[in-house]
């Protein structure tokens, strides 16, 4: 009898596992080869080689991620930015150009801004909550849209659904970076999307032990995308991909308490005197908190805020705060404090930032899976600070 995982819940332990399990082993072995014996494979690109990523690791991990977003396929890369940039440049050419949202990670923004010019690619930076404005900066040659779900580190809801629509009706390849809400809160390929991004380092794997990437979609685009990695060298190390593999298997637990956990730390923030801005999907004072519930099953652990004493004030905060690591990164079971300018998006100019809303006093936490209360009476002791 097929097995039938209605929940996401169950497809992140039992999804793409051995069946029948290898020698028994409940848990999937390392397959720490860099090659294997050859099989008669008449493609290059179907030799069972690490490079290739398709060793029983990799296999593994690509059937995992397909059913958690209910998509065809998927791929894991060495890093985050190894599954945008490969994605990028297997979708575009010399020649073409592609929309991206304004407010996006500062490593894209750089990726998107400095490095495709330089290959003849060009942009165009478009409002995600303005689609009355995206026809003008549409070309003729313009190949994708690339937005994010939850933007870094704004926590922007763009029109996600227009996006879609917007692509579908013009022939682009639509692309998402859904790494911020995880396939927990939000799967892109069961609202139309293409390729849906990850940075595995974050809450996919959740223990900030390995960096990884993954993209999910239809089989024809993953396939392409594949061929293009097997040339530029993305791979990803079998120990890393048992790592992810097991960091998968307790996601749900971990984004559900994290979503539960960041509501009650954004609405203690929000009631302080001290903070005059909070950036969360989940508050009502969120100017987009009803597509926001419209899309998403929860609302990650991702917020930013601002206090009302400017730099000196953030930096103090941060200093005196004792749970939170002051360090870049997000989704792990640790919580995980920084300002943007001095890390995700110190990349950028000073101007772009201003231009986006990013200030210099911007805060980021990513929270953990620490107890709430406690997280909050740090909070609590590091503004009377």
Request: proline share 5%.
């Amino acid at each position: 009898m097929a097995k039938v995982y209605k929940h996401l819940e169950t497809r992140l332990i039992h999804a793409g596992e051995p069946d029948p399990p290898i020698e028994g082993a409940v848990s999937m072995p390392i397959f720490q080869s860099s090659t294997f014996e050859y099989s008669g494979a008449t493609s290059y690109h179907d030799l069972k080689y690490i490079r290739l990523n398709n060793t029983p690791n990799h296999v593994a991990l690509h059937q995992k991620l397909a059913a958690l977003e209910n998509a065809e396929a998927a791929l894991v890369t060495a890093s985050g930015m190894a599954v945008i940039s490969t994605t990028l440049l297997t979708l575009l050419s010399s020649g073409d150009h592609v929309l991206a949202q304004d407010c996006l990670y500062g490593g894209t923004h750089d990726l998107i801004t400095k490095d495709l010019p330089t290959l003849g690619i060009s942009y165009d930076f478009i409002d995600a909550d303005n689609p009355d404005s995206w026809e003008h900066q549409l070309h003729p040659n313009t190949k994708a849209i690339y937005v994010e779900t939850m933007t870094n580190p704004l926590l922007q809801v763009g029109d996600l659904k227009t996006v879609v629509e917007f692509a579908n009706a013009r022939g682009l390849v639509s692309v998402i970076d859904n790494t911020f809400a995880s396939p927990v809160n939000f799967r892109p390929p069961e609202w139309g999307f293409d390729l849906s991004l990850h940075s595995c380092t974050k809450y996919l794997n959740g223990h900030s032990d390995i960096v990884a990437g993954a993209v999910i979609g239809c089989t024809d685009l993953i396939e392409k995308i594949t061929h293009k990695l097997n040339h530029l060298g993305g791979s990803l190390d079998p120990h890393a991909c048992f790592l992810l593999h097991r960091g998968l298997k307790t996601l749900a637990v971990r984004v559900k308490y994290q979503n539960e956990s960041t509501i009650k730390i954004a609405l203690f923030l929000e009631k302080h005197p001290a903070v005059k801005k909070v950036n969360y999907p989940g508050l009502e004072s969120h100017p987009r908190y009803q597509r926001a519930c419209e899309l998403f099953d929860g609302f990650s652990g991702m917020l930013s805020f601002e206090l009302k004493g400017g730099v000196k004030a953030a930096e103090r905060f941060i200093q005196n705060t004792t749970i939170p690591f002051v360090a870049p990164s997000l989704g792990g079971v640790e919580s995980l404090i920084t300002r943007p300018v001095t890390t995700s998006h110190s990349g950028m100019s000073p101007e772009d930032r201003k231009k986006l809303g990013i200030s210099e006093s911007l805060i980021r936490v990513s929270v953990g899976i620490e107890a709430t209360e406690d997280i909050i009476e740090d909070f609590d002791q590091a503004l009377k600070a």
